[in-house]
């Protein structure tokens, strides 16, 4: 094959690879493909100018998994269309790294062993995956554990090693599939894979252990379906609906009331007496309600140039306010601006935008004998926070958010999906109220039980029980992290992966690996 058209075939499979792999995180997701996918990514290791496929590779993947943000951005925030899809593309050339540095730091180690890849590959990749959910406050979207939502055993096993030991599973059976394609060990490569079936199936056999007894109490999550919009007449009525829906559901019984991020909107605790007088109204009647709304940070006033605002879910009961919870990750551009002066237009892009403050705390919200760990929005894609609240002695997980920036797209399937792997991970029943979809009822196993598609309107109706127990992810999130890094250690020692090649003809080789 001629220089060019060996370019032009790793370009192909570049390409080809990357829209494989950004298929995996789309609404509906695949058993199958799952196992595949990454295959082109581990093939291109092999190939001169690795880290450049890589990159090419994770920008075409990225672009395909978050395209979704470019019309918001252009429909929410007023930018032109080509400047949405420039700041857009930027975004995935940054997230496009990771591949880069994936090839970059595995292709000396495919080449040069044909076991040790299974092993290595997979830790570098869970390390990337994890710096990702910390620099710049964090992305920890679409982890490659994901991918195996729909795996029978993958949730089961999440809650031994978390996600990002999911992850390891899955990159693991990529290369080892590739080993098989590529090298002809088809039987180490059938043996890892077997290995990998085997502890799904062991982790969703071992799963029946310790999970909540049947029983609990009853439960209301509300979807109102309302759209995003800033007209006064539109949000009096939309709120009159949400009021209207949680009148007729307090008149089935007691029971606790779960309102979505926003859905009260542009309504709040301290400054609306209307909101006040509706809530108390229900909490009074066995109905406590559950929803979001900004409050004062600390002893700073509403109002006080936004200086001291926290976004925040409360509980109000019969005797008041009775658990408040302050969301600790705040969405850069939205919640609050980094660079206002210079990008003045991002303030748009969140109803409730400004200079929000973090909370500090896990703030574990009381109900009927159980402790709500709370996570809004975007913050439940990061496991270790929530995690952290399991531990304090969260018995129940809640998730309030409003998706509608994103319309019909795969962007609130991708949110669920960590909705999903959080109550797994930790074996707690997980309740979500999004403002248009998707709401659902999520047991201790991450299984949807009851669901609301998106853009409908109504209220799903259970009942949940806690547990105290913890899972082996909950009490020990770090684990399976700590032994990628042992992994990749040992790997960047045995292959000298950071150190510079010898000759350009041991660059390229991809057929004397050795021993």
Not at 66 to 81: C, D, E, N, R, Y
Not at 396 to 412: F, K, R
Request: charged share 15%.
């Amino acid at each position: 094959m001629s220089k060019a058209r060996g370019m032009w075939a790793d370009l192909t499979i570049a390409v080809v690879g990357g829209l494989a792999w950004a298929a995996c995180f789309q609404a509906e997701p695949y058993s199958l493909l799952p196992w595949i996918a990454l295959t082109p990514l581990v093939a291109l290791m092999g190939r001169p100018r690795a880290a450049l496929w890589g990159a090419l590779w994770g920008l075409v993947a990225w672009l395909a998994m978050v395209h979704w943000i470019a019309p918001t951005i252009q429909t929410f925030g007023g930018l032109s269309p080509w400047l949405s899809w420039m700041l857009v593309v930027l975004l995935a050339v940054v997230l496009g790294f990771e591949g880069a540095l994936l090839a970059w730091l595995g292709a000396r180690c495919w080449r040069r062993s044909d076991l040790w890849p299974i092993f290595v590959l997979p830790s570098i990749w869970v390390l990337l995956e994890l710096v990702r959910g910390f620099f710049a406050n964090g992305f920890p979207w679409n982890l490659a554990a994901y991918a195996w939502i729909d795996v029978p055993g993958a949730l089961a096993l999440s809650s031994w090693i978390g996600a990002w030991g999911v992850s390891w599973c899955v990159v693991a059976a990529n290369v080892a599939l590739t080993l098989g394609a590529l090298r002809g060990h088809w039987k180490t490569s059938a043996a890892a894979v077997l290995s990998l079936g085997i502890l799904l199936i062991l982790a969703g056999r071992f799963a029946v252990l310790d999970m909540p007894r049947a029983g609990g109490r009853e439960v209301s999550v509300f979807q109102p379906g309302s759209e995003i919009t800033y007209d006064p007449g539109q949000l009096s009525q939309d709120y009159f609906d949400l009021i209207e829906m949680s009148e007729a559901e307090c008149g089935l019984g007691p029971r606790l009331l779960v309102w979505p991020e926003s859905a009260a909107f542009p309504h709040s605790w301290h400054g609306s007496p209307l909101l006040r007088r509706d809530v108390e109204r229900f909490a009074t009647r066995g109905c406590p309600v559950l929803f979001g709304s900004p409050v004062p940070a600390g002893e700073s006033e509403i109002g006080e140039s936004w200086g001291g605002v926290h976004n925040a879910a409360l509980i109000v009961g019969p005797d008041g306010v009775e658990g408040l919870y302050a969301k600790r990750r705040l969405v850069p551009f939205g919640e609050y601006v980094p660079f206002e002066t210079l990008l003045p237009f991002v303030g748009k892009l969140a109803r409730e935008s400004g200079r929000f403050v973090a909370g500090e705390e896990p703030g574990l919200l009381p109900w009927a004998g159980e402790r709500l760990g709370v996570a809004i929005c975007y913050e439940v894609v990061f496991a270790g926070a929530v995690a952290e609240q399991v531990r304090e002695g969260a018995t129940l997980l809640v998730t309030i958010t409003n998706d509608a920036w994103y319309g019909d797209t795969s962007a609130p399937w991708q949110h669920l999906r960590a909705v999903r792997f959080r109550a797994a991970e930790n074996r707690r029943p997980m309740l979500r109220a999004a403002l248009t979809g998707v709401s659902v009822l999520v047991d201790a196993r991450g299984r949807v039980t009851s669901e609301l598609d998106l853009d409908e309107s109504g209220v799903l109706r259970g009942r949940v029980r806690g547990t105290r127990e913890l899972s082996p992810y909950s009490r020990a999130p770090s684990a399976s992290l700590w032994v990628c890094f042992l992994v990749a250690a040992i790997g960047i020692g045995r292959f000298g992966i950071i150190r510079p090649r010898r000759s350009r003809r041991e660059g390229v080789s991809n057929t004397a690996p050795r021993r």
